[in-house]
């Protein structure tokens, strides 16, 4: 696999780390009391408490993890050469390159569509030099 292709990858292997460690921290989360008027949130079994003050831990050390390996992705990305300027140059030629290729496949279509033709009227000619023939007496 090439290096952006396993960058794409990390990047939703990132996403789903952080949107499970997202949905998990909203449903495991210990009820809190939002105002005076409403009553105490029942209390969380200490179990319970102690199981869901490991889970961030484990879930952010998977996100470190996986942020750790898109950097060493990222680091073996191949430097640019020559800055904008030789960047643009090589752009430039890469253009001047596909038009060329671009015209040679458009004479290449032309020719073949000729070619195409020609088989077609002498298939055509004879087709009909068959349907035309007598049968003998």
């Known amino acids: 696999m090439d290096i952006i ?3 794409q990858e990390q990047v939703n292997t990132i996403a789903a780390l952080a949107f499970n460690t997202f949905g998990t921290l909203q449903r495991d989360a210990p009820p809190v009391r939002l105002s005076p008027n409403y009553p105490e949130p029942p209390a969380v079994p200490s179990e319970d408490a102690a199981k869901f003050a490991e889970q961030p831990k484990l879930m952010s050390a998977a996100l470190v993890k996986a942020a750790k390996q898109f950097d ?6 191949p430097l640019s050469d020559g800055g904008e300027e030789a960047q643009l140059k090589r752009i430039a030629e890469l253009q001047a390159e596909n038009d060329s290729v671009g015209q040679e496949l458009q004479r290449q279509l032309e020719a073949a569509e000729k070619e195409l033709r020609q088989v077609q009227e002498l298939f ?3 087709a009909d030099n068959c349907l035309n023939l007598k049968k003998p007496d």
């Open 124 to 126: 055509s000619q004879a």
């Open 72 to 77: 060493a992705l990222v680091a073996a990305l």
């Open 5 to 7: 292709s396993q960058l």
